[in-house]
């Protein structure tokens, strides 16, 4: 009876374990349907007003599309905000007005697996470019998949998507120091 004890124990704990289990995967695969009350994109740095967006903030914005084309040369269509009008709400000194020491300015764009990308905000500007970048919610109509949104930030003037940067979570204004 000793030797069936153990047995009977783990057994107990697997039935247990096996019992949990389910309910635990279904509380796991839920969706999560306030992802758009979080904060999905903090703005700071070297501007007037630091901002935490959420997801229906950033929808708020007017909505622009590009299409761009992946690595694999396949175009996808992505919508979105310009970069220049989140900018512009966090009162970084943007347009016509983009001059002087203003144009030593870099935007740090930082991802939630740690990958960073540096942009010079000319680049990110309608006074500088003619086809503006977006902070994307969206490809091909749908939301982006998880492991690559809830925003990306889109380059669509690089030959290369690069600096197409998924997972996006802040972007940081500073000056260049020499």
Do not use: W
Not at 21 to 40: C, E, G, L, M
Not at 56 to 76: C, F, M, R, Y
Not at 99 to 107: A, D, I, P
Request: glycine share 6%; hydrophobic share 35%.
């Amino acid at each position: 009876m000793k030797i069936k004890l153990p047995i009977l124990e783990s057994s107990f704990f697997l039935l247990l374990f096996c019992t949990i289990s389910p309910s635990q995967a279904q509380v796991n695969s839920t969706p999560d349907t306030s992802s758009h009350n979080k904060i999905v994109l903090s703005i700071s740095g070297e501007v007037n007003q630091p901002l935490h967006l959420t997801l229906t903030a950033l929808q708020a914005l007017p909505e622009h599309s590009i299409t761009v084309k992946d690595k694999n040369g396949a175009p996808h269509q992505y919508t979105g905000v310009y970069v220049q009008d989140v900018l512009s709400k966090a009162g970084v000194t943007t347009g016509h007005e983009l001059s002087g020491e203003n144009l030593s300015k870099y935007v740090l764009a930082s991802c939630a697996d740690g990958y960073q990308v540096v942009y010079s905000l000319a680049e990110l500007d309608s006074s500088f470019v003619q086809n503006l970048p977006i902070i994307a919610y969206k490809i091909d109509g749908q939301p982006l998949f998880k492991n690559k949104g809830p925003l990306r930030m889109v380059m669509p003037e690089d030959k290369k998507p690069a600096r197409s940067c998924f997972q996006l979570q802040t972007l940081s204004v500073h000056f260049a120091q020499q």
